[in-house]
């Protein structure tokens, strides 16, 4: 059974009766009533010269100016605190989507304002007050770690706001809740971060339907031979890391056009184990009779340049071989990758 | 069998079943509260001279400590209900009645409500547990 179940079905005395709360505050006035009157009649009967603590408490602790005066300020300062909060707690549950909507963040939002109010109408302008409640502060372990970087700020806004109330200077408080307010529900509104970059995705993807739509179909057919062949080859480079662990990854393709597969891979086996780099024929395809392209993947060693190697392949003045196309594959991702990059990003921008 | 079952107890109000004990400190409450009336009869008692002012602050004390037993019964589930309520009402009466310099008439108060206590702790039954629904012999 959850916590709150168990709760509900197994309610305490308070939970039961929440009227009871409401009793032991009557009966809390009552006895400082009480109180009062047993002060002011000791005072009345006895001589209290000796007792100058007991006495103050009785000349201003119950003075009902004094009283009046401070019981209104902290009245109306905690009034506005609430008030002034109440906009931000309702901006913070109408701009958080519903997995992480935390309701005690909502409430604790509205009630920080008020305790941080009490706390600086407590303080005034006493400097020792200040020291001690920063000591109380640090013996006090209250820290908790917010999911949502957005949810500290509402966090500093109210804690701004009870600052403000605490310390009486409304007008300021007023606008700091009014503009902190606004500026988070646009920024939520017009989505600000998400709205940045979908537009820069949505400019990428309309160039490139502009582009398909300016090129013929023989040179499309083209581009997506070579995707094709590109995404072949980082793939085949991928599982040769993959398979022995530790292995450098290639990062170059050697691409052979021949007319004789056979005579072809002799020669060109020939001048890769002279140059080395552990190459591997990936692949052999054959579109048209009599013509076969040969993929080679592996790492062209550091003194040697792509030149070079194309040179002695042509230099074994092979006819089998056409053409040559060396492909280096370095700094490029494995197109899976980022498909499914692309993908995720999409669901988190829905 | 439901009705038949809580008639003979609505029929008899006097018929109250053992419902004082130690569960939630309903039975030291009560002798503490027995304790203090009791001191506070004494001290209304005319020919003892005691000042008003004195009476009054006495009379305070005691009503004060019935608050606290009455807020401590209230929310931190204790039985001290009955403690509470007779120390805070039986105070503030012997307050007013001496105030009203009717010495005697708080005194017999005092009396009253100590022998009421007194019955109540003897035959270990309150009829005002009853009415509040307290069981102190069950915890």
Known sequence: ?350 | MEASNKLPSLQNPFNIPLNVGLAGGDLPARYFAAAVVLLLTIAAVPPLKFSYGSLKIFDLLASMSGTILLMAGLVFSQKTHYAGGMLILTALLMMWLSGREWSWPAMILGVLVLGWMLQNLLTKRCGINKLLGIDSCQT
């Open chain 1, 1 to 350: 059974m959850s916590e709150p179940e168990r709760k509900k079905q197994n309610p305490t005395d308070l939970q039961a009766h929440p009227g009871r709360l409401v009793a032991y505050y009557l009966l809390l006035f009552f006895f400082i009533f009480q109180t009062s009157m047993l002060l002011r009649e000791l005072g009345a009967n006895y001589d209290l010269q000796q007792f100058a603590r007991i006495k103050e408490i009785i000349d201003t602790g119950f003075t009902f100016s004094m009283a009046f005066e401070s019981l209104f300020e902290t009245f109306f300062s905690l009034l506005l605190s609430f008030i002034f909060t109440l906009p931000v707690a309702w901006v913070y549950t109408l701009t958080k989507d519903e997995e992480n909507f935390d309701s005690s963040l909502a409430q604790t939002v509205v009630v920080l304002a008020m305790v941080v109010t009490g706390v600086m109408v407590v303080i005034s302008d006493v400097t020792a007050r200040a020291f001690a409640l920063a000591g109380v502060v640090a013996a006090v372990r209250f820290r908790n770690t917010l999911q949502d970087t957005k949810d500290a700020v509402y966090i500093f806004i109210a804690v701004a706001i009870g600052m403000g109330c605490g310390t009486r200077v409304y007008h300021i408080t007023v606008w700091l809740s009014v503009i902190m307010s606004l500026t988070m529900y646009l920024l939520w509104k017009y989505k600000f971060g998400a709205s940045l970059r979908r537009s820069a995705k949505a400019l990428g993807k309309k160039d490139v339907q502009k582009i398909y739509a300016q090129t013929s179909g023989e040179a499309l057919q083209h581009v997506e031979r070579e995707l094709g062949q590109q995404m072949r080859l980082m793939q085949w480079a991928q599982m040769r890391t993959d398979d022995v662990k530790g292995k450098k990854k290639a990062n170059a393709a050697l691409i052979v056009e021949s007319s004789d597969a056979y005579t072809a891979i002799e020669q060109v086996d020939k001048v890769l184990d002279a140059y080395g780099g552990k190459w591997q024929l990936a692949n052999i395809t054959s579109d048209t009779p009599g013509r076969s392209t040969l993929e080679y993947v592996g790492r062209l060693p550091k003194e040697t340049t792509p030149a070079t190697l194309i040179d002695a392949i042509q230099q074994s003045s092979s006819p089998a071989i056409i053409e040559i196309k060396f492909r280096s594959l370095k700094g490029l991702k494995n197109p899976l990758d980022a498909d499914k990059k692309s993908h995720d990003d999409g669901e988190d921008g829905n």
